[in-house]
T-cell receptor
Framework: GENVEQHPSTLSVQEGDSAVIKCTYS??????FPWYKQELGKGPQLIID?????GEKKDQRIAVTLNKTAKHFSLHITETQPEDSAVYFC?????????????FGKGTKLSVKP | NAGVTQTPKFQVLKTGQSMTLQCAQD?????MSWYRQDPGMGLRLIHY???????DQGEVPNGYNVSRSTTEDFPLRLLSAAPSQTSVYFC??????????FGSGTRLTVV
């Protein structure tokens, strides 16, 4: 089955700097890669996702890149703000049907220092 | 829309007790799942359902049962609670072509 590894486990940046979180996956059939943000005491919230037919996707200060050959994908946050502080999870799945379950990485705790 | 609603938010059980964690969604989503979250372990899939009447096991199913009698509800039953089941439990749902929506979680402590 799928295995998703996520690095680093903790990341501290200064406000205004960029943050990059990287994930690798094992199942070459995986084709859907979402990123979730989890604030303290809340459930994970989808912030951006990418399908395997796309190499990059952007949404304002957030971008995700995917390298299918190397089986890794990354989350890029630019111009970080204190409200970006949270735990971020990557996940992978074969999208659709009973194989559409998400397999999560273990999370990255991002701290943005003002 | 309320999205995905989980009850209770907090629960303390004694070892050996049973209980049901409730999950309801009002988005007419086909797929529903239960995950548990433990420190340093990320989110691990317990059980999932691809539609009413259909359920299957995930990565860590032992000690849990589920049923899906309606599209809206997907309860998780702990048969005989153990301290190892102390965790935060999240229910999630999705429709084909979209990402999962998570509930706010149930924090369970087994003493």
């Amino acid at each position: 089955g799928e295995n998703v590894e996520q690095h680093p486990s903790t990341l501290s940046v200064q406000e205004g700097d960029s943050a990059v979180i990287k994930c690798t996956y094992s199942d070459s059939a995986s084709n859907y890669f979402p990123w979730y943000k989890q604030e303290l005491g809340k459930g994970p919230q989808l912030i951006i996702d990418i399908r395997s037919n796309v190499g990059e996707k952007k949404d304002q200060r957030i971008a995700v890149t995917l390298n299918k050959t190397a089986k890794h994908f990354s989350l890029h946050i630019t111009e970080t703000q204190p409200e970006d502080s949270a735990v971020y999870f990557c996940a992978g799945s074969r999208y659709g049907g009973s194989q559409g379950n998400l397999i999560f990485g273990k999370g990255t705790k991002l701290s943005v220092k003002p | 829309n309320a999205g995905v609603t989980q009850t209770p938010k907090f629960q303390v059980l004694k070892t050996g007790q049973s209980m049901t964690l409730q999950c309801a969604q009002d988005m007419n989503h086909e797929y529903m799942s239960w995950y548990r979250q433990d420190p340093g372990m990320g989110l691990r899939l317990i059980h999932y359902s691809v539609g009413a009447g259909i359920t299957d096991q995930g990565e860590v199913p032992n000690g849990y049962n589920v049923s899906r009698s309606t599209t809206e509800d997907f309860p998780l039953r702990l048969l005989s609670a153990a301290p190892s089941q102390t965790s935060v439990y999240f229910c999630a749902s999705r429709q084909t072509g979209f990402g999962y929506t998570f509930g706010s979680g149930t924090r369970l402590t087994v003493v």
